[in-house]
Nanobody
Framework: VQLQASGGGLVQPGGSLRLSCAAS????????VHWFRQAPGKEREEVAC?????????????TYSDSVTGRFSVSRDRSKNTVLLQMNNLKPEDTAVYYC??????????????????WGQGTEVTVSS
């Protein structure tokens, strides 16, 4: 599978952006998808995850880091084989390069010991006035 992350840009504090992680070559529904970010000089941080699809009516359960809970929302656009990260009320500390990654485990939940078999190339988010 190949992942393509997009949607980053420059936004003022309090603004919103929506990132996309589009897959080609395989179906994302059967795998958890993780969103990470890495700011300059900082370690990579997982900010959100959506589990594999549970059934036709459930796009998967979600988890968030404490730093983004209540502001970020991860979802699937299953018609486009894409996972979305909606980011609201952005803060300067959200500035980072954001990456998506597909879980290596088929039918996966979001969990701390996940491994990944494909990464998007990263999309840069800058929050500044």
């Amino acid at each position: 599978v190949q992942l393509q992350a997009s949607g980053g840009g420059l936004v003022q504090p309090g603004g919103s952006l929506r990132l996309s992680c589009a897959a080609s070559g395989d179906d994302l529904d059967d795998y958890a998808v993780h969103w990470f970010r890495q700011a300059p000089g900082k370690e990579r941080e997982e900010v959100a995850c959506i589990s594999s699809v549970n059934d036709w009516t459930d796009d998967g359960s979600t988890t968030y880091s404490d730093s983004v809970t209540g502001r970020f929302s991860v979802s699937r656009d299953r018609s486009k084989n894409t996972v979305l990260l909606q980011m609201n009320n952005l803060k300067p500390e959200d500035t980072a390069v954001y990456y998506c990654a597909r879980d290596a485990l088929y039918d996966s939940n979001c969990r701390r010991d996940a491994t990944y078999d494909s990464w998007g190339q990263g999309t840069e988010v800058t929050v500044s006035s």
